[in-house]
């Protein structure tokens, strides 16, 4: 059987830098890993698995953060909740956690002495393709929260469930009266935006009021072009306003309230997330927990049994949210 030394022979590198090739180590260069790999399977070359012991592991973890060029965006979720849930998946192992903002010119190995990676996280944003290609040409485990991606581990949300316990509970609170209702958006739409317009629209049809896309589906362009006129001619036309997020729906109950339109009695509002800004929000928002910490803790360990135990990963995990009901829409009992 061939060994390290016998592929370092053939492709003219130390035994030392032939370990580190193998393993995906940063100190070696893309095309000295590349023929050192070709040697290895052309001698036959087998790789020994050494499991790890789980509570003396040490894995170094790579978290990656979305760029927001709006402040605002940062309101979306507990980051102490994403940071406790991974480090709660991973245990007994210990980790090394580093943070990195993500972006179109991301680059998961910027240096060679960086020290290498076990995993990366992609938290609340989609990675571009190039780096997913890089990672999994180098065998790094994955995986992606918040987000539903073909071909990639992910956590994500249950956001259909949600949404159809968001609907329920507006309609059992009308109590017989009409429900006219409205989906609010913004219009830098991405695949969360578009599930839980999907869930919404399925939620309604399923209860005999299929909407009108073209009707009942408004955009803004941005948070800051939710004015009051724009939501009060809103609240004209519709008597229920659900939001595609908490943020979306705090800056509409400001402008209802500066419009004198009552919330709920004029105007039913609803979000979804569960976001730090809610308690901020007047009256209190009725939305669904989004479980960060729950899709951290899933992530963690799914990824320490890959690592340590070379157990495959789910394609998604599904979590479902729980609602909580606020005093933005009428009360079910």
């Not at 990639?152 to 159809?164: F, I, L, N, W």
């Amino acid at each position: 059987m061939a060994t390290i030394y016998d592929i370092a022979a053939e492709a003219g590198v130390s035994a030392s830098t032939v370990s580190r090739a193998l393993k995906g180590s940063r100190l070696v260069s893309d095309d000295v890993r590349e023929r050192v790999e070709k040697v290895a399977r052309e001698l036959g070359f087998e790789r020994r698995t050494v499991r790890r012991h789980r509570g003396r592991a040490i894995l170094s973890v790579r978290l990656v953060l979305p760029h927001h060029d709006n402040p605002e965006r940062a309101l979306f979720y507990d980051f102490e909740q994403l940071i406790i849930g991974l480090r709660e998946g991973l245990a007994p192992s210990s980790c090394n956690l580093i943070c990195d903002t993500g972006g179109e010119n991301y680059d998961p190995f910027p240096h060679k002495k960086g020290g290498d990676t076990d995993a990366f996280i992609f938290a609340f944003h989609e990675p571009d393709a190039s780096v997913l290609a890089t990672l999994k040409k180098r065998s790094i485990p994955v995986v992606v929260l918040n987000r539903n991606l073909t071909g990639v581990p992910c956590v994500t949300s249950d956001y259909a469930s949600g949404m159809g316990d968001l609907v329920e509970h507006v309609i059992t609170g009308a109590k017989g009266k009409e429900i006219k209702a409205a989906f609010i958006g913004i219009e830098s739409a991405n695949v969360v935006f578009r599930e839980r317009l999907e869930g919404w629209t399925k939620a309604l049809a399923a209860r005999g009021l299929a909407p009108d896309h073209e009707k009942q589906v408004a955009y803004f362009e941005n948070f800051k072009s939710i004015d009051t006129a724009s939501v009060k001619k809103l609240a004209a036309q519709f008597n229920v306003l659900f939001c595609v997020n908490d943020l979306v729906a705090t800056a509409v109950l400001a402008e209802l309230a500066r419009a004198g339109i009552s919330v709920p009695e004029q105007c039913q509002v609803t979000g979804f997330d569960d976001s730090p800004v809610r308690g901020l929000a007047r009256p209190l928002l009725t939305t669904v927990k989004m479980p960060v910490h729950e899709f951290a803790f899933q992530a963690g360990r799914e990824l320490a049994n890959r690592i340590i135990e070379s157990t495959p990963m789910p394609q998604c995990i599904r979590i479902t949210g729980l609602l909580l009901p606020g005093q933005s829409t009428f009360p079910t009992s």
